[in-house]
Each structure stands twice: as C-alpha cells, then as structure tokens.
C-alpha cells in the first residue's frame, strides 16, 4: 500500500484522523513551552559569570586611576605647573567570549555557523573569555595653571590625544585658578 492510498483510508477514518491531529498540536505546545520555561540541569548556555562589583563602579576606579596617571604625567611638561584632568567613559568593561565557527561553500550559498566555546562540566559550564576590555575613553577635561602660553597649551593637547587614544575634538583644556 502506498503513501496516498494510506492517506485516502485515514481520511475516511474520522476517529483516527482527530486523535493525530490533537497528537500533532500537543506536540507543537510542548515544543513551544518548552522554549518559554526555564532549563533545568545543564540544559541550557549560561552567561559567564559577571565581576562582583557593577560596571559603573569598575569604570569609576579605571577612570580614577587613569586620570592620576595622565596628570601626574601632564604636571611633568614644562610650563604645564598644577594639573587636574577628569574624563569621561562611554561603557563598562565588555567581554569577548571565544567562538569557533564553521564555513561552508557550495554552489551559489555560503553557510557560516559560530557558537560560543564553552568551558566546564554540568551546571558549571560557562562560555570562555577571550578578552576583557578597558572601558572606553570618550572625552577629557584638563585644567593646568600653565595654560596661559598657548605651546604649553598645544603641547597638553597632543599629549592628552596621543596617551588617551581620542581626537582632539573631544579634549578641553582650561586655566586652573
């Protein structure tokens, strides 16, 4: 017997028919319950583990540490005297997770796939992390009681620019009173 000859006898049977059909919609609920509730046991990809202290805290400390090393460094160009610098952060620290990926090629398609590496066994497994990076920089405030000769000036700009990685756009540089 062949596939539409076994699809024509189920038809006449109605009974049949409604038993598979509630079968097939149970399934599909479950399917889609199953993506809304919580993963028990190793069922899922956890997040790593995030640092104890919140972000703005730790890019409050990166911040603070930064801006005494650039005005203790600023405080040494000749003519620049007492130096105060305050910077501004666009983000927190990010993290990059390690991925390892896949590409395929054939024909006119292209297929890549990437996942996260993950590390540890059980309930302990944790996606790797590649790199943590520093918060970013996105403008700086020096005020220096030199900044009365413009070469001091020019000189705190540049060296702000270079040390921080910005442009020069996004550097105010004032008189300390």
């Known amino acids: 017997m062949e596939i539409p000859e076994k699809l024509k006898n189920m038809k006449k049977d109605k009974k049949r028919l409604t038993v598979i059909t509630a079968l097939g919609i149970c399934g599909m609920l479950l399917i889609m319950l199953s993506s809304v509730l919580?993963?028990?046991?190793?069922?899922?990809?956890?997040?790593?583990?995030?640092?104890?202290?919140?972000?703005?805290?730790?890019?409050?400390?990166?911040?603070?540490?930064?801006?005494?090393?650039?005005?203790?460094?600023?405080?040494?160009?000749?003519?620049?005297?007492?130096?105060?610098?305050?910077?501004?952060?666009?983000?927190?620290?990010?993290y990059v997770y390690a991925e390892e990926g896949r590409s395929s090629k054939s024909g006119d398609k292209a297929e890549e796939e990437s996942k996260y590496v993950m590390i540890g066994g059980g309930d302990g497994r944790s996606a790797l992390v590649e790199t943590v990076r520093c918060p970013e920089i996105t403008g700086a405030v020096v005020a220096c009681s030199g900044c009365d000769s413009p070469v001091v000036c020019e000189k705190i700009y540049k060296a702000v620019s270079a040390a921080l990685g910005i442009p020069t756009g996004k550097i105010y540089v004032t008189k300390l009173e």
């Open 38 to 94: 919580p993963s028990g046991k190793g069922g899922g990809i956890e997040k790593a583990e995030t640092p104890a202290a919140p972000l703005s805290d730790e890019a409050d400390i990166y911040c603070r540490r930064t801006e005494e090393k650039l005005a203790d460094f600023l405080s040494s160009i000749d003519g620049a005297g007492e130096v105060r610098v305050y910077l501004t952060v666009g983000s927190g620290e990010r």
